[in-house]
């Protein structure tokens, strides 16, 4: 994974290598809480200044960040708190550049995993959700 940060907040996350530079303070923190979180021992929130996007997208972002670990939401649910269609929310989860610190992979549909724009498509959302020990909500 490859960590973009400009003027003090991380901006993008991108699986592959996008060509290696020295990590500032704020890229080796967020690498640290990265390491964690894949090694088991972070279970709460990430704790980084990060980038939303303007209007919609940014919203659904600031929603997405509020859902505890482990736990998910329905595209529904986010459109009902934010007050637009349910295929919006899709849009704007599809659109985050962040994922992972930014959890669009809490983000199902009402009757299926619905999603997930990263690499490796569902089974990256469903390993990701697996980490997180919300395996029981996917059956």
């Given at each position: 994974m490859t960590l973009t940060e400009v003027d003090g907040v991380i901006t993008r996350l991108s699986w592959g290598d996008l060509g290696a530079s020295d990590p500032d303070?704020?890229?080796?923190?967020?690498?640290?809480?990265?390491a964690d979180y894949f090694a088991g021992r972070r279970?709460?929130?990430f704790d980084l200044p990060l980038a939303f996007l303007p209007g919609l997208t940014g919203a659904v972002q600031q929603a997405m960040v509020a859902i505890p670990f482990g736990e998910t939401r329905t595209y529904g649910d986010l459109s009902k708190a934010i007050g637009v269609p349910a295929q919006a929310i899709g849009q704007a989860c599809g659109a985050n550049p962040i994922p992972i610190l930014i959890p669009c992979h809490r983000i199902l549909s009402a009757s299926?995993?619905?999603?997930f724009s990263a690499p490796g498509g569902v089974e990256t959302k469903v390993a990701l959700l697996k980490r997180e020990g919300a395996a029981s909500l996917l059956i």
């Amino acid at each position: 994974m490859t960590l973009t940060e400009v003027d003090g907040v991380i901006t993008r996350l991108s699986w592959g290598d996008l060509g290696a530079s020295d990590p500032d303070h704020l890229l080796a923190e967020a690498t640290r809480q990265l390491a964690d979180y894949f090694a088991g021992r972070r279970r709460a929130a990430f704790d980084l200044p990060l980038a939303f996007l303007p209007g919609l997208t940014g919203a659904v972002q600031q929603a997405m960040v509020a859902i505890p670990f482990g736990e998910t939401r329905t595209y529904g649910d986010l459109s009902k708190a934010i007050g637009v269609p349910a295929q919006a929310i899709g849009q704007a989860c599809g659109a985050n550049p962040i994922p992972i610190l930014i959890p669009c992979h809490r983000i199902l549909s009402a009757s299926s995993l619905g999603g997930f724009s990263a690499p490796g498509g569902v089974e990256t959302k469903v390993a990701l959700l697996k980490r997180e020990g919300a395996a029981s909500l996917l059956i």
